[in-house]
């Protein structure tokens, strides 16, 4: 069974910089794909950034050039760095396996709040 628990948000300033971590179980991170999202009050979920098997990356124009994805193997743990943080940028954040995100019942974890101030 997959466990996905995220944790590292916060309440920081416009401009600040936040580490999120989620730590998998149930499922290799190293040959899924996995995904950061987040969902603000009153959107729908959005994927900021992903991460494949390989190591390849891609991420929402919103956020490119400021987030950074990345993931540890032994650890079983994916993080992305949030730096020049914004506003906009407040909302829950959420990992997943892309798989299990489309899927038509998909699982999520609890999600991390952050909350950016101006």
């Known amino acids: 069974q997959v466990q996905l628990v995220e944790s590292g948000g916060g309440l920081v300033q416009a401009g600040g910089s936040l580490r999120l971590s989620c730590a998998a179980s149930?499922?290799?991170?190293?040959?899924?794909?996995v995904g950061w999202y987040r969902q603000a009050p009153g959107k729908q979920r959005e994927r900021v950034a992903m991460i494949n098997s390989g190591g390849g990356t891609g991420y929402a124009d919103s956020v490119k050039g400021r987030f950074t994805i990345s993931r540890d193997n032994i650890k079983s743990t994916v993080y992305l760095q949030m730096n020049s943080l914004k506003p906009e940028d407040t909302a829950v954040y959420y990992c997943?396996?892309?798989?299990?995100?489309?899927?038509?019942?998909?699982?999520w974890g609890q999600g991390t709040q952050v909350t950016v101030s101006s």
């Open positions: 997943n396996f892309l798989a299990l995100a489309a899927a038509t019942t998909p699982y």
């Open positions: 149930g499922r290799r991170i190293d040959i899924n794909a």
